[in-house]
């Protein structure tokens, strides 16, 4: 299993750019999450999804749109970039229902200038 | 949610045991006990969890108190590859079957040759 994958690794933006940042997991999870980490902080929760079609709002939300269409991909949309949004990004993945751990890709490194 | 009290930085020496505290003294009967770890900006990696009882695995130890109101993670034979930022997580149920994982700063453990 290659386990949670996140594409690309790093990405530079201007300031309105919009972009997606990709997610994908090969271990059949019902539940994926993006988190965002910024320097010396704890990493915070911007959206996730339970399965496919269904998604929710975590703590960060504003300026970020996501879809599951399929139980795989995850993507995380950027909108209209800011440099407020510049921060390390980590998508997860676990098995719904107990308290199973999660799984997370490697992150995206995103500056926005 | 149950709140998570870490101290901000330890260090040990290689070879001995880390011995990581965390208080969670408003914790719910129902809520578990997680620790994850990151090493240098990776994304972060699951070690251990449990809800009363003491848990061992490959990886560390975790010993609650009876009154479950603190818990402390042991790594039996600290490497400088343990080197890295420990999260002590509550995990808090919230929605039809879904709940969050909600991190902290953590504890920085240096591990001292």
């Known amino acids: 299993n290659a386990g949670v994958t996140q594409t690309p690794k790093f990405q530079v933006l201007k300031t309105g750019q919009s972009m997606t940042l990709q997610c994908a997991q090969d271990?059949?999870?019902?539940?994926m999450s993006w988190y965002r980490q910024d320097p010396g902080m704890g990493l915070r929760l911007i959206h996730y999804?339970?399965?496919?079609?269904?998604?929710d709002q975590g703590e960060v939300p504003n300026g970020y749109n996501v879809s599951r269409s399929t139980t795989e991909d995850f993507p995380l949309r950027l909108l209209s970039a800011a440099p407020s949004q510049t921060s390390v990004y980590f998508c997860?993945?676990?098995?719904?229902?107990?308290?199973?751990?999660?799984?997370f890709g490697p992150g995206t490194r995103l500056t926005v200038t | 949610d149950a709140k998570t009290t870490q101290p901000t930085s330890m260090d040990c020496a290689e070879g001995r045991a880390a011995n990581l505290p965390c208080n969670h003294s408003?914790?719910?009967?129902?809520?578990?006990v997680y620790w994850y770890r990151q090493i240098h900006s990776q994304g972060p990696q699951y070690i251990i969890h449990?809800?009363?009882n003491n848990e061992t695995n490959e990886m560390a130890s975790l010993i609650i108190t009876e009154d479950r109101k603190s818990s402390t993670l042991i790594l039996p034979h600290a490497t400088l590859r343990d080197t890295a930022v420990y999260y002590c997580?509550?995990?808090?149920?919230?929605?039809?079957?879904?709940?969050?994982?909600?991190f902290g700063k953590g504890t920085k453990l240096s591990v001292i040759p």
């Open positions: 997860a993945s676990r098995t719904s229902g107990g308290p199973y751990e999660q799984y």
């Open positions: 271990m059949n999870h019902e539940y």
């Open positions: 999804s339970v399965g496919a079609g269904i998604t």
């Open positions: 408003t914790i719910s009967g129902n809520e578990y």
């Open positions: 449990g809800l009363k």
């Open positions: 997580i509550v995990l808090a149920y919230s929605g039809a079957g879904s709940y969050q994982l909600t």
